[in-house]
């Protein structure tokens, strides 16, 4: 992966009547990258990656690609791939003629393509079936042959719209991993798109977090997990706990006091009104009150889901549902007990409003 940017998003911007699906939204990705737009439904991800398929035209902003501004260029001269939900293969076609259509429509000579199919199969591990029909294929296969079909062209970039959305649970954790080893063979600059955050997380060398239109974040997967510049993505990533409240001095030390009355440390100065999230695996549990915490909170345990390798908590903090998880778990405590949450100031984040 270089960092020179094979694509440039500037300032773009596209309104639909009184939706604004984007806001000035300005990104780049590096060429070999992939980069996952995250964002919940309605946020704006499939609008971005039309307009820079070229099937929807932003209102204002470029976007260049390999260095030039392709706003003005129609889809079909753009060098860009896009892979869809629904894959639309050719069902009266085997796998050999799907992904070789592409080139034929380009004139590329047979021998030529020939090569060119053969090695793809190779690439997505399918080498052999060429001459499968597609109904004879598994929907994963067939996932497969979509993105062959698409990287075979060479394009500069290849656009993802949710590729696994309309696959079971299992499938999809499977291609997940045939979509990276795909992407690392072949190097192609990648951009896809997920409301799946766990998805995100394991794909992307970089991940584009998208609300309302606008980019909250863009940054490596630990830097969105680890360091969320805004509340939105601090709650959207991972299982989070969200308080409105004040930060105030007390005994010569800055805290968070929740509207519910619920008081928690913090590592910085802060003052006003404000949120402050803590992510569910920075709270510890602990049966007797812990003597070296005098932020220790009371609780009681609403319901625990064991889940093999950790447990999930629902704690009632007197009327307020707090979620924990132990992720290394030596005892569990059951529904109705005691128990006393700590969590370090640095783990307490401050969103000020
Ligand atoms: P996402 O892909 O994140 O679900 P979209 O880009 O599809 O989001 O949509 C962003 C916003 O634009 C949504 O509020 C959606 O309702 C609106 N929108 C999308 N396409 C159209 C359209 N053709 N006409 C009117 N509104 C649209």
């Given at each position: 992966m270089s960092t020179e940017a094979i694509l440039k998003i500037d300032r773009v911007s596209k309104k639909y009547e009184e939706c604004e699906a984007l806001r000035e939204v300005s990104f780049s990705v590096n060429k070999?990258?992939?980069?996952?737009?995250?964002?919940?439904?309605?946020?704006?991800?499939?609008?971005l990656l039309m307009c820079i398929a070229g099937f929807v035209k932003p209102d204002s902003g470029d976007i260049i690609l390999d260095g030039k501004r392709i706003n003005d260029v129609p889809p079909y001269r753009r060098n860009v791939?896009?892979?869809?939900?629904?894959?639309?293969?050719f069902p009266n076609m085997n796998v050999f003629?799907?992904?070789?259509?592409?080139?034929?429509?380009?004139?590329?000579?047979?021998?030529?393509?020939?090569?060119?199919?053969?090695?793809?199969?190779?690439i997505v591990g399918l080498a052999g079936l060429g001459s499968r029909r597609i109904t004879q294929l598994s929907g994963g296969q067939q996932q497969r042959v979509a993105i062959a079909r698409t990287l075979v062209f060479e394009p500069s970039i290849l656009l993802l719209d949710e590729p696994l959305g309309a696959l079971d649970r299992k499938l999809r954790e499977e291609m997940q991993g045939e979509?990276?080893?795909?992407?690392?063979?072949?190097?192609?600059?990648?951009?896809?798109v997920t409301h799946d955050?766990?998805?995100?997380?394991?794909?992307?060398?970089?991940?584009?977090?998208?609300?309302?239109?606008?980019?909250?974040?863009?940054?490596?997967?630990?830097?969105?997990?680890?360091?969320?510049?805004?509340l939105f993505v601090s709650e959207f990533i991972g299982t989070t706990n969200i308080f409105n409240g004040v930060a105030v001095k007390k005994d010569g030390r800055t805290v968070f006091k929740s509207v519910e009355g619920v008081i928690l440390p913090l590592a910085k100065e802060a003052k006003g009104e404000g949120h402050v999230s803590i992510k569910a695996e920075h709270i510890k549990l602990f049966g007797n009150r812990p003597k070296d915490?005098?932020?220790?909170?009371?609780?009681?345990?609403?319901?625990?889901?064991?889940?093999?390798?950790?447990?999930?908590?629902?704690?009632?903090?007197?009327?307020?549902?707090?979620?924990?998880?132990?992720?290394?778990?030596?005892?569990?405590?059951?529904?109705?007990?005691?128990?006393?949450?700590?969590?370090?100031?640095?783990?307490?984040?401050?969103?000020?409003?």
């Amino acid at each position: 992966m270089s960092t020179e940017a094979i694509l440039k998003i500037d300032r773009v911007s596209k309104k639909y009547e009184e939706c604004e699906a984007l806001r000035e939204v300005s990104f780049s990705v590096n060429k070999g990258e992939l980069v996952v737009i995250l964002g919940p439904s309605g946020s704006g991800k499939s609008t971005l990656l039309m307009c820079i398929a070229g099937f929807v035209k932003p209102d204002s902003g470029d976007i260049i690609l390999d260095g030039k501004r392709i706003n003005d260029v129609p889809p079909y001269r753009r060098n860009v791939g896009v892979v869809f939900q629904s894959m639309a293969l050719f069902p009266n076609m085997n796998v050999f003629d799907n992904i070789a259509y592409p080139l034929k429509i380009r004139k590329l000579p047979k021998d030529e393509i020939k090569k060119k199919v053969e090695r793809m199969l190779e690439i997505v591990g399918l080498a052999g079936l060429g001459s499968r029909r597609i109904t004879q294929l598994s929907g994963g296969q067939q996932q497969r042959v979509a993105i062959a079909r698409t990287l075979v062209f060479e394009p500069s970039i290849l656009l993802l719209d949710e590729p696994l959305g309309a696959l079971d649970r299992k499938l999809r954790e499977e291609m997940q991993g045939e979509i990276k080893k795909i992407h690392d063979r072949v190097g192609a600059t990648t951009l896809l798109v997920t409301h799946d955050q766990e998805e995100a997380m394991t794909m992307g060398d970089r991940i584009l977090v998208i609300n309302g239109g606008r980019i909250e974040q863009m940054g490596t997967p630990e830097e969105i997990y680890n360091d969320p510049k805004t509340l939105f993505v601090s709650e959207f990533i991972g299982t989070t706990n969200i308080f409105n409240g004040v930060a105030v001095k007390k005994d010569g030390r800055t805290v968070f006091k929740s509207v519910e009355g619920v008081i928690l440390p913090l590592a910085k100065e802060a003052k006003g009104e404000g949120h402050v999230s803590i992510k569910a695996e920075h709270i510890k549990l602990f049966g007797n009150r812990p003597k070296d915490d005098i932020f220790a909170l009371e609780a009681i345990v609403a319901q625990n889901f064991f889940s093999g390798n950790f447990i999930k908590y629902e704690l009632d903090l007197e009327g307020t549902i707090i979620k924990a998880i132990d992720r290394d778990p030596k005892q569990v405590f059951k529904q109705g007990q005691k128990v006393y949450m700590k969590v370090t100031p640095e783990n307490v984040r401050w969103f000020p409003k």
